[in-house]
C-alpha cells in the first residue's frame, strides 16, 4: 500500500487524484490493533429503509441475514473470551428470525448488549414491543437521527421518517430509555451533505436543547460520524460531482490525534456469513484482514487477532478528519 507523504505540520500531502489517497497513515507507520473488547456483528443487509448515505447498501429488497449457526458461533466466542461489549448493527438487525434469540442469549454471557437502531423497524410487523424488549435485556440502544428537522431527516431518509423516529425515541422514554441511568439511549448524526459534521458537543446541545423543548425527548449522548465515501453515499458523491472536492476535504481535516482512538484498534468486525474484518467498513469495501490470520468466527482466536496489523485504503480518511469518526463518535477533542 502506497504512503502518503507527511508535510511538516502533520498532514498528509494531498495527491493529485482521489484514487491515490491510500495511506499508512502517520509517517509510513503500521497502523495496529491494541485489544479486542467489542466483537461488531453485522446480521445483514436487510432494512426496512434505503438510506442516501448508507454504507451498507441496506434496503427492504436486500436478502443477506444471518444464520442461527454464525450466531451461535458468535456467542461462543463472546463466552470463550469474555469479551466485553457484542454491538449489533446491520441493517435493521431486529428484521432478522433470530434477533432476539442472539440478544437474549448474549445477556446471559455478560457482555455489554448495543444495538444500532434505526427507529422506525419499531413500526413493522411484530416490532412495536420493542422498547420493552430492548430494557429487559439491558441493552443499549444507538438510534440514528440526522437532525432534530423533519427536511434535513426525511430528505436523508426518506418521506415521514421523522415523524416516526420521534415517536419511537418518545416510546423509548415512556420505558426509562435517556432517563433511567441503566437504560442508555445515544443519537447518531450524520450530515446530510457532503461537509465534515460540526464539533460534536456543540451541536448535541443543539439535539438536546431542540428536541426537548419541541418535541418532549430525551437521550443520553449524540455521537457525530462522518459519512463514508463507500457504497450509496459515494454514488451519490459522483453524481453530484463532489467526490474528489470530499475526499480531499477528508484529506485536508486529517488529524493525527485521532489515530490512538480508531474503532478498528479496539474491536473486530463480523460479517452476516461469519468473516473477519478490521471495521464494519472494510467489511462492506471486502478488505479482509491478514490473510496469516483466522478468516472466520469459527476459527476465531483471540491472541492471533490482537495487535493484528490493520487494511487501511482511502476511505479511512473518514475517520481521521477533524475531531475523528468512530461508532461511538468523535474520538479526538
Request: include cysteine; charged fraction near 25%.
Amino acid at each position: 500500500m502506497q504512503a502518503v507523504q507527511i508535510t511538516r505540520n502533520g498532514r498528509p500531502a494531498i495527491p493529485n487524484s482521489p484514487t491515490n489517497f491510500s495511506s499508512k497513515f502517520v509517517g509510513g507507520a503500521e497502523l495496529r490493533a491494541v485489544v479486542i473488547d467489542a466483537l461488531q456483528v453485522n446480521v445483514g443487509k436487510l432494512c426496512n429503509q434505503a438510506c442516501k448515505h448508507c454504507h451498507v447498501d441496506a434496503s427492504p429488497k436486500r436478502t443477506e441475514i444471518m444464520s442461527r449457526e454464525t450466531i451461535d458461533a458468535c456467542l461462543k466466542v463472546l463466552q470463550k473470551y469474555k469479551i466485553p461489549t457484542l454491538d449489533i448493527t446491520g441493517g435493521a438487525p431486529e428484521m432478522i428470525p433470530d434477533f432476539r434469540y442472539f440478544v437474549t442469549e448474549a445477556e446471559k454471557t455478560g457482555a455489554k448488549i448495543i444495538v444500532r437502531h434505526n427507529l422506525t423497524v419499531m413500526f413493522e410487523e411484530n416490532q412495536t414491543d420493542l422498547p420493552e424488549f430492548f430494557a429487559e435485556n439491558k441493552a443499549e440502544v444507538v438510534c440514528s437521527l440526522p437532525y432534530f428537522l423533519q427536511t434535513q431527516t426525511d430528505a436523508q431518509r426518506g418521506a415521514g421518517v421523522f415523524d416516526k423516529s420521534i415517536e419511537a425515541l418518545k416510546r423509548l422514554n415512556a420505558v426509562g430509555y435517556g432517563i433511567d441511568e441503566k437504560l442508555v439511549l445515544n443519537l447518531v448524526y450524520n450530515p446530510v451533505g457532503a461537509f465534515l459534521p460540526p464539533a460534536q458537543t456543540a451541536i448535541e446541545a443543539d439535539f438536546r436543547r431542540e428536541l426537548k423543548t419541541r418535541y418532549d425527548v430525551s437521550f443520553n449522548n449524540l455521537f457525530t460520524i462522518t459519512n463514508m465515501p463507500i457504497a450509496r453515499y459515494l454514488d451519490w458523491l459522483r453524481r453530484s460531482k463532489n467526490e474528489e472536492s470530499y475526499m480531499r476535504k477528508l484529506v485536508n481535516a486529517f488529524n493525527p490525534a485521532t489515530i490512538e482512538g480508531l474503532m478498528c484498534r479496539n474491536l473486530i468486525s463480523v460479517d452476516w456469513l461469519g468473516n473477519l474484518f478490521d471495521c464494519d467498513f472494510n467489511q462492506m469495501l471486502e478488505l479482509s484482514i491478514d490473510k496469516n490470520l483466522p478468516q472466520t468466527i469459527f476459527d476465531f482466536d483471540l491472541e492471533k487477532l490482537e495487535n493484528r496489523q490493520i487494511t487501511t485504503a482511502n476511505h479511512c480518511f473518514g475517520c481521521t478528519a477533524g475531531s475523528g469518526s468512530s461508532c461511538g463518535g468523535a474520538v479526538a477533542a
